[in-house]
C-alpha cells in the first residue's frame, strides 16, 4: 500500500511539472534596501498622509499571494551590500560584498539576463540611480569591484541586454571620463541612445540605452523633490514595458526594474523621502499589473529587496505612532541642506530665519508641536554645528547639512518613527510574488533562492 501511494505521488508530480505553465514575461521589481518594516511604514504614512490614494494608500504588492521573506547576508558578512545581494538575485550565488557577477572565488557565474537570453527571452534592466551601479550591473557584468564603472560598462556593451535605462552612466574620477565618452561607445555600438522615454518606447528592432535629462546628476531626483518635467522610474518602466510588449511579445521577456533611490534615503534616515520612494516603485508595480491583466497565464511578477537599510523602527516609545505628522515634510533632507547652505552664503542667518525654514518646509511649531527639549536642540545645532563649525553628516551618498538631520530626526521622532543605522542591516527582506508559477517562489528562504528559482523557471 505504501509502495502504491509512493507511486501515485511520483506520478501527480510528473504530471504537475509537465503541465507547469513556461513563464514567459518575468518582472523582478527590486526596492533597493526596503525592508520590511519599510513596506509596512510606506502603508501607514500613506493611510495617514495621503488618504485620496486608491485603496486607503495600500501598495498593490503587499496583497500579492506569495509574501514571504529572505536572509540576505554576503559571505564575508552577515550585512550584505547591494552588489553582493543582487549577485545572490541574479545568479542564485553568494559573494563578498563590492563583488559583482561572480563567486567569492571571483568565477564568473552565469546570471539571468545571460540564461534569459539563451532561450532568445529579450532582457531589460532599469533603474533610478546610474545605470552601471551596483544592483544593475549584477544583472549583467561580472567584476571583483563595484566601483570600476568602466569596465560594468564594457560588459554591458557586450551583454544581450536588450532594453537599459537609468539616471546616467557613472565614471570614476580618476579615469577622467564622462557619460558622453559611454555614450559615443554605446552609438558605436550599435545602440539607440536617448534621454527621452517616449523616444525610447518606440524603438523598434534595437537596442535601447535610455538616460535621464541630466548627465551630471548620479540619480534621478527624489520624488519628493522633483518638477513635473524631472524623469522618473514609472516614466522609464513604462517605456521598458511598452518597449518590451512590442519587441517581446512572442520571445518573452525577463525585465528588472530596481527602485535604487529608496536606499540613499534611508541611509540619510529620512523616512518620508523613504516613503515616497516606495510609492513610486508601487506605482511602477502598477504598470506591469496592468500587463499582467493582459498576460495572466505568462507573466510573473516578483518585488522584493536586496538588503534593509537604516534599521527602521515603527514605533519606539509609549506604544504609539503618529505619522500624520510627517504630512508637512516638503522636500528631502538634502534639498533641505541645500536651502540651508544656501542661507549660510548670505553671511547674515538669523535664528528666525532657520526657524521660519522648518516651519514652512517641516511644518514645525504650527502644524507639528514640539517639545521644549526639542527646540533646545535645534537652537544649540543651529549655533554650534551650523554657525560655527558647519557640521556635515557625511553619508554613503550624501553629505548633509547636521542641521538638516537632526530637524528630521526630531521630526521623525514627533511621528514615533526611529532609525538604528546610517548603513545596511541583516534584517530579512520582504519578498512578493503574483502571477505564472509564483507559489514557487515560497520556497524562497534565502536571497540565493531568488536567483536559482529564477534561473530554473526559463531553462528548458
Ligand atoms: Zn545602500
Redesign the pocket.
Given at each position: 500500500m505504501k509502495r502504491f501511494r509512493a507511486l501515485v505521488c511520483l506520478l501527480m508530480l510528473l504530471v504537475g511539472s509537465a503541465t507547469a505553465q513556461q513563464v514567459k514575461y518575468i518582472f523582478l521589481f527590486v526596492g533597493?534596501?526596503m525592508g520590511i518594516n519599510h513596506v509596512l511604514g510606506t502603508e501607514l504614512y500613506n493611510a495617514a498622509v495621503h488618504p485620496e490614494m486608491d485603496n486607503g494608500g495600500q501598495l498593490s504588492f503587499t496583497r500579492f499571494p506569495v509574501r514571504t521573506y529572505c536572509t540576505s547576508h554576503a559571505v564575508e558578512s552577515l550585512v550584505t551590500?547591494?552588489s553582493a545581494a543582487a549577485t545572490a538575485m541574479a545568479t542564485g550565488v553568494k559573494t563578498i560584498s563590492g563583488y559583482m557577477g561572480v563567486d567569492a572565488d571571483k568565477n564568473w557565474i552565469e546570471n539571468i539576463s545571460e540564461v534569459a537570453s539563451k532561450q532568445r527571452m529579450k532582457v531589460g534592466i532599469v533603474t533610478n540611480v546610474g545605470m552601471n551601479h551596483a544592483t544593475p550591473g549584477a544583472f549583467y557584468a561580472h567584476s571583483v569591484s563595484r566601483g570600476i564603472y568602466r569596465e560594468i560598462f564594457e560588459h554591458y556593451l557586450a551583454s544581450g541586454v536588450d532594453f537599459a535605462a537609468g539616471a546616467t552612466i557613472l565614471c570614476r574620477k580618476k579615469e577622467g571620463l564622462k557619460a558622453d565618452y559611454y555614450i559615443n561607445k554605446a552609438r558605436e555600438a550599435g545602440v539607440y541612445v536617448t534621454q527621452d522615454s517616449r523616444e525610447a518606447a518606440d524603438v523598434k528592432g534595437r537596442r535601447v540605452l535610455l538616460l535621464s535629462d541630466s548627465l551630471t546628476r548620479r540619480t534621478m531626483r527624489y520624488a519628493i523633490d522633483r518638477t513635473e518635467s524631472d524623469p522618473t522610474i514609472v516614466d522609464f518602466s513604462d517605456a521598458a514595458i511598452k518597449y518590451m510588449s512590442r519587441e517581446a511579445i512572442d520571445s518573452g521577456f525577463f525585465l528588472m526594474i530596481e527602485a535604487g533611490h529608496i536606499?540613499?534615503a534611508?541611509?540619510d534616515n529620512d523616512a518620508v523621502t523613504t516613503f515616497e520612494e516606495i510609492n513610486d516603485l508601487n506605482s511602477s508595480v502598477a504598470l506591469a499589473l496592468k500587463f499582467y491583466e493582459q498576460h495572466p497565464d505568462e507573466t510573473l511578477i516578483i518585488v522584493t529587496a536586496d538588503?534593509e537599510?537604516g534599521g527602521l523602527a515603527l514605533g519606539y516609545s509609549n506604544y504609539k505612532m503618529a505619522l500624520d505628522r510627517l504630512a508637512h515634510q516638503k522636500m528631502s533632507m538634502g534639498a533641505l541642506t541645500r536651502r540651508m547652505q544656501q542661507m549660510r552664503k548670505t553671511g547674515k542667518t538669523s535664528w528666525t530665519d532657520m526657524e521660519t525654514l522648518l516651519r514652512e518646509e517641516l511644518g514645525f511649531w504650527d502644524k507639528v508641536k514640539l517639545r521644549e527639549k526639542d527646540e533646545a536642540q535645534l537652537k544649540k545645532t543651529f549655533e554650534k554645528n551650523y554657525l560655527e563649525n558647519g557640521d556635515l553628516v557625511v553619508g554613503?551618498?550624501a553629505s548633509n547639512e547636521k542641521m538638516a538631520s537632526v530637524a528630521i530626526e526630531i521630526l521623525n521622532k514627533r511621528a514615533y518613527v526611529k532609525w538604528t543605522s546610517l548603513?545596511?542591516t541583516g534584517a530579512q527582506v520582504p519578498l512578493f510574488a503574483k502571477g505564472c508559477r509564483s507559489a514557487e517562489f515560497m520556497e524562497c528562504y534565502d536571497n540565493t533562492d531568488i536567483g536559482k528559482t529564477l534561473k530554473r523557471l526559463i531553462s528548458k
Open positions: 533597493d534596501g551590500d547591494s536606499d540613499h534611508a541611509h538588503h537599510t554613503l551618498y548603513n545596511h
